[in-house]
């Protein structure tokens, strides 16, 4: 379960610092001061009241150990975080940490303990465990499992096995532990109370006590344990610190195992006041969540190749032709076919310009432009972090001849989730878009294709959970189960990450709505390195379609070598572009060096081959994007708007290109170094029907 917390100044009272907190995980209120207690001493007392005991399997168990036993709310325990960290980092911590790798390999049973329980480059003064934990051979135990079966589906939770990992040739103690660790791990978000799209997901394990808690189906959970950020007094976010914390929700007796739900918030299938469809959608979420830990039985899998069979059913459904026939008509009866600009073209009319975006506040300077101070004084509405929705059209008294720079119904491009809806209705091959996996909805039949891939791949005698390829970028192959988890409407690469296993895909999908798309590996690079190219457009018009690209492209690559080496699969640096918003240093590419590169390292190929292939499918994308448009907004909307956009492009080691992306607004700051007057052509082009060299329309 996830956590937030923000870096404003909290006032000084324990209770005013995490209130919220508390209250949005159900934290009981009797409990408080007995919380705030523990947190002001590190009180880590755990090893008073449970012991851990382990079965014939390895298999760790939390046991209480209390004499009296244990009442529902009766007492909350700390649970230290062993390890936090971000996704990019882990494997080189794991690497330069030889006694971190070795304590979680431990904890996991890869490794055995070491008789002192003291790990190298540790003494007894400065070891890592707070919590310790006694082990248990002697207290009377009812069993590891009650015998009760709740009816769940077919879904028995109490006997499901642990998923085995694709095990290598010989696999090390690294290799282990880097695919084990995203069976044990949680998050929590750090999110800078003054601008909601910086934030920081941070994963972390749970100490020897808290990893140790097994998972049982609600019926018969006793504990509840969630991540929690503890403020000090001096209410800086730099001396807070991050634990779980764990309280009994169920009468436990002396010997009986803790157990809490791993797939907590994935609603009880159990509730009668629902319809058999929404029971049946939430048991599809509560089985895909405990894929992350467990084997699904043969009846489960069978229902998630269903799934994925049905989801392949309906893209061929939705795949239509793009003809003339079906391409957006101007409708003679009505003047709103002709396009609003039309009317302003060579018109020696002044427009009044209400912005809300810096960049085109400092460079739109025609002499036919008058700023706006307030929306209701402006002709146009220039704007991109306002949405122009019916209650903001009528708090501003706006009109429908007002135009704006947002056309409603464009989430079919813009978002992720939704552009593969739209790209198969687009003529032709889709083979431009990479497989992709809306994770809120398709996840079972994502799960079925991860699992036919990799399975597929170990046949093959490939052995790894991606081709091995120190060496070289990667074979041509489909069943490379390397897939990447990027939210549905965030761009800048914000939490996004590759995954090489199938627990590793789900835990990254659950930090918000996330798609997963097949990462495409086999690619063209500049200098070793990993490149794609932003195309800059503009639609001044929907019916009939008419859409504009800037000629220049937008080049970035990679700041490290493109590698696919198990240690380099999580290098931000290696496998994603957009460097400055992640902390790091983009290094500027000019467009003439990216041309000479490109040629020499692709075989002599010019770009502008590739760049004929990209124009044709955004023009196909969008022609099918108006269609969708024009359907659910309607004529009269659609008809007073223009949208920017821009559209990231990667190329296959074959000179095939591959959309990753459609950005509404995107930044045009390395175009505004280019040509200061970016803005102002793209502004004459749009209103007045003027032409320029470097703007084409498509």
């Known amino acids: 379960m996830d956590a937030s917390a923000t870096s404003s100044p909290p006032p000084s009272s324990f209770l005013d610092r995490h209130r919220k907190q508390l209250e949005s995980v159900g934290f009981p209120p009797t409990l408080y001061s007995r919380l705030e207690s523990k947190l002001v001493g590190e009180t880590f007392d755990a090893g008073d009241t449970f012991g851990v005991v382990e079965d014939e399997s390895q298999r760790r168990a939390v046991v209480c150990s209390a004499a009296n036993g244990l009442e529902p709310q009766c007492d909350v325990w700390l649970i230290d975080h062993l390890y936090s960290f971000q996704v990019e980092t882990y494997r080189q911590d794991l690497q330069k940490r030889p006694e971190l790798l070795s304590r979680l390999a ?60 694709h095990r290598r040739e010989r696999p090390t103690l690294y290799e282990q532990v880097c695919e084990q660790i995203w069976r044990y791990v949680s998050s929590y978000r750090l999110v800078d109370p003054g601008d909601p799209f910086k934030f920081k997901t941070v994963w972390f394990v749970k100490d020897e006590f808290g990893s140790a808690f097994q998972h049982a189906p609600p019926a018969l959970v006793n504990f509840r344990i969630s991540p929690f950020i503890y403020f000090p007094p001096t209410g800086s976010l730099k001396g807070a610190m991050g634990y779980s914390l764990a309280w009994p929700i169920a009468n436990i007796a002396e010997g009986e195992e803790c157990t809490h739900d791993y797939a907590f918030g994935c609603a009880n299938v159990r509730d009668n006041s629902i319809t058999q469809e929404e029971k049946f959608l939430r048991w599809m979420k509560r089985a895909c969540r405990l894929a992350v830990w467990f084997e699904l039985p ?299 590169a490109f040629e020499r390292d692709n075989g002599g190929v010019p770009w502008s081959e590739v760049d004929s292939k990209v124009e044709k499918i955004i023009k196909n994308l969008f022609e099918t994007a108006a269609i969708l448009i024009l359907e659910r907004t309607g004529r009269e909307e659609v008809a007073q708007s223009f949208s920017f956009y821009g559209v990231d492009v990667m190329v296959t080691k074959d000179l095939q290109p591959k959309i990753l992306e459609c950005t509404f607004g995107p930044d045009c700051a390395s175009a505004l170094k280019l040509d200061a007057d970016f803005y102002n052509k793209a502004f004459g082009i749009i209103f007045r029907g003027e032409e320029y060299e470097d703007f084409r329309q498509l």
């Open 106 to 165: 431990v904890m996991m049973g890869l490794e055995e303990p070491h008789e002192d329980g003291i790990f190298e480059e540790e003494t007894p003064e400065t070891s890592m465990e707070k919590n310790p934990i006694p082990p248990l051979a002697s207290v009377p135990t009812p069993g590891l499992r009650a015998e009760k079966r709740p009816d769940s589906l077919n879904l028995n939770e109490e006997t499901l096995c642990l998923r085995r990992p």
């Open 298 to 596: 043969l009846s489960v899998r069978a229902i998630f190749e269903a799934a994925h069979a049905e989801r392949k059913q309906l893209f061929l459904s939705l795949a239509v032709s793009v003809n003339a026939a079906s391409k957006p008509v101007a409708d003679p009866s009505t003047a709103l076919a002709a396009h609003f600009s039309r009317s302003w073209r060579h018109s020696p009319l002044v427009l009044r310009v209400y912005n809300d975006n810096g960049q085109v506040l400092r460079h739109l300077s025609r002499a036919d432009v008058q700023r706006a101070a307030e929306p209701a004084e402006a002709d146009v509405l220039w704007v991109y972090h306002t949405a122009i929705t019916p209650h903001y059209r009528r708090r501003h008294g706006l009109g429908l001849d007002v135009v704006v720079s947002q056309t409603g119904g464009d989430e079919c491009l813009v978002f992720k989730h939704l552009l593969p809806l739209t790209a198969t209705r687009a003529p032709g091959s889709q083979a431009w878009l990479p497989d992709t996996y809306n994770m809120e909805t398709e996840t079972a039949a994502f799960i079925h294709e991860y699992s036919r891939r990799s399975d597929e791949a170990h046949r093959s005698g490939e052995g790894a959970e991606h081709p091995p390829h120190a060496q070289e970028h990667g074979p041509s192959t489909p069943l490379s189960p390397l897939f990447i988890l990027k939210p549905w409407n965030l761009g800048r690469s914000m939490d996004s990450a590759v995954a090489d296993s199938l627990p590793q895909a789900l835990q990254l999908a659950k930090t918000c709505p996330k798609v997963a798309s097949q990462y495409v590996y086999d690619i063209a690079t500049v200098n070793d390195r990993k490149f794609d190219v932003r195309y800059r457009l503009f639609v001044r018009a929907w019916e009939p379609l008419e859409i504009f690209r800037w000629v220049h492209w937008g080049v970035r690559v990679s700041n490290h070598p493109y590698s696919l080496a198990a240690e380099n699969i999580n290098d931000f640096q290696a496998h994603f572009t957009v460097m400055d918003y992640a902390g790091y240093t983009q290094t500027p590419v000019s467009e003439t060096d990216f041309l000479e």
